[in-house]
């Protein structure tokens, strides 16, 4: 600076920040058991940190989907950086046992899973890649789901009902001998080709069995299940298993009738 014949003269130094620039990584998808690692890096000496949860260390471990901020202020310069975490859901098969359907019809069945983070693939033991498949015969079936993360297995039974000819099992009965409910006899919609009908104890072993539908069971235990004549004596009240074979008479085929087979349990009460 001149004035007058005087001059001045005076320097002042500018330093330029530099940014504290770091990089938490791309978004990232974890797969149910996994966890993401998040870092703040480089992290300058001296700058300080801060996330938008309360976490206060540079690194950051979590596996709960959601967006993850951290800010950096390095002498009052400032860097953010975001990531979002996701993470798949675990797979699952939804399908509830028993399944039938009647002759002639079918039965769909489902393993559809909700849209994932990672594309299912299904596989079902007929070949079909579906998430659903209609079933139209009877037999033991399996599918497999599979994705990057994970494969699930689940077999099942479908099983060919007799509709024409329905079974109706009581699911419990009182031999008190007071004329109302004293006796378990299921109900057959038509005169069967063949019936059996067992009565199982807590440990497996047969204690009644019948092949007349006209006979039902009143609490008897029989040393011989196989008599028709009483020779044991009468159980306590408990629920039972049963189980009931059943071949009902078939136009279409009426040498080789369908044979049917329901289990179940009932309720005993003295």
């Not at 998808?29 to 300080?48: H, N, R, S, V, W």
């Not at 950096?72 to 975490?85: A, I, M, P, R, S």
């Not at 109302?180 to 109900?187: R, S, W």
Request: include cysteine.
């Amino acid at each position: 600076v001149t004035e007058n014949g005087c001059s001045s003269t005076d320097a002042v130094t500018v330093n330029i920040q530099a940014l504290p620039v770091f990089d938490l990584g791309a978004d990232q998808m974890l797969c149910p058991d996994e966890e993401a690692y998040l870092y703040i890096y480089p992290l300058p000496e001296g700058a300080t940190f801060s996330w938008n949860l309360a976490h206060y260390e540079p690194a950051l471990t979590t596996n709960a989907p959601g967006t993850y901020t951290a800010l950096v202020n390095w002498n009052g310069c400032l860097w953010t950086d975001e990531v979002t975490v996701d993470r798949a859901a675990d797979l699952f098969v939804d399908i509830v046992e028993p399944l039938s359907f009647c002759e002639g019809e079918s039965v769909v069945v489902s393993a559809e899973n909700p849209d994932n983070l990672f594309p299912i693939a299904y596989n079902w033991s007929n070949g079909e890649t579906t998430p659903a498949i209609r079933i139209e015969r009877q037999g033991i079936y399996e599918v497999t789901l599979a994705n990057a993360c994970d494969t699930l297995n689940k077999s099942f039974e479908v099983k060919l009902d007799y509709c024409e000819c329905p079974v109706y099992v009581p699911n419990a009965f009182t031999p008190d001998n007071d004329g109302a409910n004293d006796l378990f006899k299921p109900v057959l919609g038509c005169e069967p080709d063949s019936y059996q009908l067992e009565i199982f104890n807590t440990w497996g072993d047969i204690i009644f069995a019948t092949d007349d539908p006209e006979t039902g069971w009143f609490g008897q235990v029989e040393d011989d299940p196989a008599s028709t004549d009483y020779s044991g004596y009468f159980t306590r009240s408990n629920v039972y298993h049963w189980r009931i074979t059943v071949e009902f008479p078939d136009e279409e085929n009426p040498l080789s009738p369908a044979r049917l087979e329901f289990q179940g349990h009932v309720h005993m009460i003295r």
